[in-house]
């Protein structure tokens, strides 16, 4: 990472709830600038001088490199894929539309960034950390795209943490137990995140504090590592 007197730079999908949005707001408690990618990021209740929203729809191939563009990357040393997106339905009723949609969110938008931000995560050292999910290691009934997904994502991270920790880069893997909007339909519940998740073992903010140690200088100590995290 670079010296902790410079101001640094994160960008965060998925910012606009859930896990994407607590780490976002843990960072910028931190000291960081945050560009944040979401498709509803004007929506979110984040709020603060040193955020930047970037409206981006994660399945446009073309709207990810436009809004890489608009990123200030001299100090950018930090990339967290955390955008999810879960329409779980049986194997045999799957259609090619929720299986391209899955792929191009959970997997293809994280390959590209970490290519595009690649220069500037060389130059400053930085880190790349994907939040995945339990079901891409064990994979689960009804979800068998979700799950090859997130295998996918597991993939990419051991992949570049083997071919980026030369130029002192790390890559790591977050598998969390949490509450969020994706989590609680997969559960058949209204989409809508439970405010009783709060202070509970799944509450998204209990990721940001182990994301943030990576993301630190005594963190650097793991690369290639996936880590569960709940409570």
Request: proline residues 3%; hydrophobic residues 40%.
């Amino acid at each position: 990472m670079m010296e902790n007197t410079t101001m640094q730079t994160a960008l965060v999908t998925g910012v606009s709830s859930g896990i994407g949005k607590a780490v976002a707001e843990r960072l910028l408690e931190m000291g960081f600038k945050v560009y944040g990618l979401s498709r509803n990021v004007t929506q979110t209740t984040l709020e603060h001088q040193h955020f930047t929203p970037l409206p981006c729809d994660l399945r446009d191939s073309g709207a990810i490199e436009q809004a890489v563009a608009a990123l200030d990357k001299s100090t950018l040393t930090l990339l967290v894929n955390a955008a999810g997106f879960g329409r779980f339905e049986p194997h045999e009723e799957l259609s090619t539309e929720t299986i391209t949609a899955m792929i191009r969110i959970n997997l293809e938008a994280p390959i590209l960034l970490s290519n595009l931000l690649l220069r500037a995560l060389k130059a400053n050292q930085g880190n790349i950390i994907n939040i995945t999910s339990i079901n891409g290691l064990r994979g689960k009934f009804g979800q068998s795209n979700y799950s090859a997904a997130q295998a996918g994502k597991i993939g990419l991270m051991r992949s570049n943490a083997r071919a980026l920790s030369r130029y002192g880069v790390t890559s790591n893997c977050i598998a969390p137990l949490a509450s969020t909007r994706m989590t609680d339909r997969g559960r058949g519940a209204s989409g809508e995140e439970s405010a009783s998740a709060a202070g509970t073992a799944r509450d998204p903010r209990n990721v940001a504090p182990l994301l943030v140690w990576l993301a630190s200088d005594e963190g650097g100590v793991a690369n290639g590592r996936i880590f569960g995290v709940s409570g």
